[in-house]
């Protein structure tokens, strides 16, 4: 669960109904998850961990909710991506800054994307990703999780250090 509330505060309709909706995030601020610029939800590390992810601007969620009456937070009791994929050997076709493409059709930004430790993305790499629905201009995915595709050395080669793979 996002919010903690009691079964008192649900008998005593302190809160709305139970309800679905699939929404889009329309701004984050730390751990602050803002849909529909109305309404707002805390995610805390328990609730990030079971998502998956950190949500971003423009991401896909379908969430089961209750609204707390006179007030525009809202109690989460289920959160996922609206759609979630993975796909292997897709190729880094863009890296500026912090933000890049893949394949010039998913998008990722460093600032949210989970990455094995020392890895980053390369103009030219060979990736698997988990990708998740969102919204951006000219893009329909957002990549959440990157990670290299790694081929076996043949043998040592000249000038190189010895590792038992390198990134394509």
Same mark, same amino acid.
């Given at each position: 669960?996002? +919010?903690?509330?009691?079964?008192?505060?649900?008998?005593?309709?302190?809160?709305?109904?139970?309800?679905?909706?699939?929404? +889009?995030?329309?701004?984050?601020?730390?751990?602050?998850?803002?849909?529909?610029?109305?309404?707002?939800?805390?995610?805390?590390?328990?609730?990030? #961990?079971?998502?998956?992810?950190?949500? @971003?601007?423009?991401?896909?969620?379908?969430?089961? @909710?209750?609204?707390?009456? /006179?007030?525009?937070?809202?109690?989460?009791?289920?959160?996922?991506?609206?759609?979630?994929?993975?796909?292997?050997?897709? +190729?880094?076709?863009?890296?500026?800054?912090?933000? /890049?493409?893949?394949?010039?059709?998913?998008?990722?930004?460093?600032?949210?994307?989970?990455?094995?430790?020392?890895?980053?993305?390369?103009?030219?790499?060979?990736?698997?990703?988990?990708?998740?629905?969102?919204?951006?201009?000219? @893009?329909?995915?957002?990549?959440?999780?990157?990670?290299?595709? #790694?081929?076996?050395?043949? /043998?040592?080669?000249?000038?190189?250090?010895?590792?038992?793979?390198? @990134?394509?």
């Amino acid at each position: 669960m996002v +919010c903690a509330f009691s079964e008192q505060d649900l008998h005593e309709g302190v809160y709305s109904k139970i309800q679905d909706l699939s929404v +889009c995030v329309s701004n984050v601020n730390q751990n602050i998850i803002y849909i529909a610029d109305e309404y707002y939800f805390f995610l805390d590390s328990i609730s990030k #961990a079971i998502l998956g992810f950190m949500p @971003y601007e423009g991401d896909w969620l379908d969430i089961e @909710y209750s609204v707390e009456q /006179g007030s525009s937070k809202i109690t989460v009791h289920s959160l996922k991506a609206t759609q979630r994929r993975r796909l292997e050997e897709v +190729c880094v076709t863009n890296v500026h800054r912090r933000e /890049g493409m893949l394949n010039h059709t998913i998008f990722f930004t460093l600032d949210s994307l989970r990455l094995p430790l020392g890895y980053t993305p390369v103009v030219g790499h060979m990736v698997s990703v988990v990708i998740v629905q969102s919204i951006r201009p000219n @893009y329909n995915w957002r990549a959440i999780t990157m990670t290299p595709v #790694a081929q076996p050395v043949e /043998g040592p080669r000249p000038g190189k250090t010895s590792s038992l793979f390198l @990134y394509q």
